[in-house]
């Protein structure tokens, strides 16, 4: 089948293993599971938490490789899956390193303590590797994206690949909350330090490309397949373990 368009969206991430131990302690944070999204997870007890982790819960615990994008006209969930595959089986992991809770703008992630010139160049390949499956935006979509203060480079990665924070602007991420205000920074990131810290010494590896999906505008994304890298057994559909 070809030409799937609509609202539906696919994503290109980096998520540890399902059963990784940050994986567990993420999806306790963020309330889902993007692996096991029928799987109830215990809810967060207050409306400030909820609120918290309102947007992060929606597109599941991640680093952005190839962000959210419409299928072109002509392409296929199959052939975006056969391409992934393909490019997997020739890649090596590219590592990461340790992590750390830190601020990213109002936003808490994890993020590499050192990032390397190698992991950046990854994510460039990812991004145009990829594009020729990403439809272009909306002019809806474009609209949304430029009330934000992007500058000159920002607005030229926005038009020519549909995301203003790439190549350059890459910021290998994985992001814990929404927006913090000022005043209670310091005590959400000590929350976060007690519930990720002893997990973000191990030398991390993106040694996978999960694919992402959200059927619709208001729907959450969903981890539908996971493709490990060269010299690792390649896993298929998450609803097949």
């Given at each position: 089948?070809?030409?799937?368009?609509?609202?539906?969206?696919?994503?290109?991430y980096y998520a540890p293993a399902p059963t990784h131990p940050l994986s567990r302690a993420a999806a306790l944070w963020l309330g889902r599971d993007p692996f096991?999204?029928?799987?109830?997870?215990?809810?967060?007890?207050?409306?400030?938490?909820?609120?918290?982790?309102?947007?992060?819960?929606?597109?599941?615990?991640?680093?952005?490789?190839?962000?959210?994008?419409?299928?072109?006209?002509?392409?296929?969930?199959?052939?975006?899956?056969?391409?992934?595959?393909?490019?997997?089986?020739?890649?090596?992991?590219?590592?990461?390193?340790?992590?750390?809770?830190?601020?990213?703008?109002?936003?808490?992630?994890?993020?590499?303590?050192?990032?390397?010139?190698?992991?950046?160049?990854?994510?460039?390949?990812?991004?145009?590797?990829?594009?020729?499956?990403?439809?272009?935006?909306?002019?809806?979509?474009?609209?949304r994206r430029l009330k934000s203060s992007l500058d000159e480079a920002e607005m030229t990665n926005l038009v020519q690949w549909g995301y203003p924070y790439v190549?350059?602007?890459?910021?290998?991420?994985?992001?814990?909350?929404?927006?913090?205000?000022?005043?209670?920074?310091?005590?959400?990131?000590?929350?976060?330090?007690?519930?990720?810290?002893?997990?973000?010494?191990?030398?991390?590896?993106?040694?996978?490309?999960?694919?992402?999906?959200?059927?619709?505008?208001?729907?959450?994304?969903?981890?539908?397949?996971?493709?490990?890298?060269?010299e690792m057994q390649l896993e298929g559909s998450v609803n097949d373990r």
């Open positions: 089948m070809t030409g799937q368009g609509g609202d539906r969206r696919y994503a290109l096991d999204p029928n799987t109830p997870v215990p809810k967060k007890q207050t409306e400030a938490d909820r609120a918290l982790t309102a947007e992060p819960q929606r597109y599941g615990f991640h680093a952005t490789l190839k962000p959210p994008f419409r299928l072109a006209p002509g392409k296929s969930r199959q052939e975006l899956e056969t391409a992934i595959q393909q490019f997997a089986q020739r890649r090596p992991p590219c590592p990461i390193g340790p992590l750390r809770v830190t601020a990213l703008g109002k936003f808490f992630t994890l993020a590499p303590i050192n990032t390397t010139p190698y992991l950046r160049s990854f994510a460039t390949r990812v991004v145009s590797e990829f594009d020729r499956f990403r439809a272009p935006l909306t002019a809806q979509d474009l609209q190549f350059d602007r890459f910021q290998f991420h994985m992001t814990l909350t929404g927006p913090v205000s000022a005043e209670d920074r310091e005590g959400v990131k000590t929350r976060l330090k007690r519930q990720f810290g002893p997990l973000l010494d191990e030398d991390f590896l993106v040694d996978a490309i999960t694919l992402f999906e959200q059927e619709g505008p208001h729907a959450d994304f969903v981890a539908t397949s996971r493709f490990a890298f060269r």
